[in-house]
């Protein structure tokens, strides 16, 4: 006799839910590639080989996170759990300093800071790339006449984890775009929520950002003041040793 696989409404739902995540996590990437090859074309034009071979890396480290991503929207279904590494938080943002540039364009400056001593936090690496991601094109949308991003990294010894009992790291995005109402405010983590149309958002880049603070006992706040500008604050638990 054949096992059998019972699925309710709520798995299918969830089901769906997570793999349209990736598809748009695989989207955003794939967006970052086609910037890179169009100023690679510019800066070959120019004769300006150190900017070529920073734009290939950046280029290649997008294809291999693309890579990964294909691999786990193919295998979704048979493996849902995420893996639970001791992640160095400091290190994966001042990696991705090149492909933050590449994902908001010319016309936003992009200002990183980070502490010292920031302790490591348990998540999936990965993950927590593409949540970072998914904040830095939000805030690019929010800015379609240019303007600045800043990302800041720190320990947040007001905030408590509840669970651990350390202070939680946290990774706070600010921009300078149009800002967003109260009313937007209050429906912007719901999945498939957007005021973009339709073929420039899907919907799922907060709750995507959302699921993964959970998925690591976090939590995500978010405050904007229309036509001031918006500030997400992701916070994740420190690793105490």
């Known amino acids: 006799m054949k096992p059998t696989v ?4 709520a798995d299918v739902r969830s089901f769906g839910l997570r793999e349209m995540g990736l598809v748009h996590d695989l989207r955003n990437l794939l967006q970052i590639i086609s910037s890179a090859v169009q100023l690679i074309e510019r800066e070959a034009d120019r004769n300006n080989p150190a900017a070529v071979h920073r734009l290939a890396q950046s280029a290649q480290a997008s294809v291999e996170r ?19 590494e ?19 364009g010319p016309s936003v400056r992009v200002d990183i800071y980070s502490s010292d001593g ?10 927590l790339e593409n949540a970072l991601l998914n904040l830095v094109a939000n805030a690019r ?3 379609p006449g240019g ?10 010894e007001d905030s408590v984890n509840l669970a ?3 202070y939680e790291v946290a990774l706070k995005i600010d921009d300078t775009g149009h ?12 999945p498939f929520f957007t005021t973009k149309p339709a073929d420039r958002g899907t919907g799922l880049g907060l709750s995507i950002v959302r699921d993964f603070a959970d998925s690591c006992g976090g939590s995500v706040a978010i405050e904007s003041i229309l036509g001031e500008g918006t500030s997400v604050l992701l916070r994740l638990p420190s690793h105490l040793e």
């Open 6 to 9: 019972q699925l309710n409404d």
């Open 66 to 84: 693309a890579t990964a991503l294909s691999r786990e929207i193919a295998g979704v279904s048979r493996s849902p759990d995420r893996s639970r």
């Open 86 to 104: 001791l992640v160095d938080v400091a290190t994966i943002l001042g990696a991705m300093r090149d492909l933050i540039s590449l994902t908001v």
């Open 118 to 127: 920031i302790p490591h936090v348990r998540c999936d690496g990965r993950h």
């Open 141 to 143: 949308d929010a800015m």
């Open 147 to 156: 303007g600045e991003l800043r990302i800041s990294l720190f320990l947040d």
């Open 164 to 166: 651990t009992g350390g």
């Open 179 to 190: 800002g967003m109402s109260r009313d937007l405010l209050r429906q912007v983590l719901t």
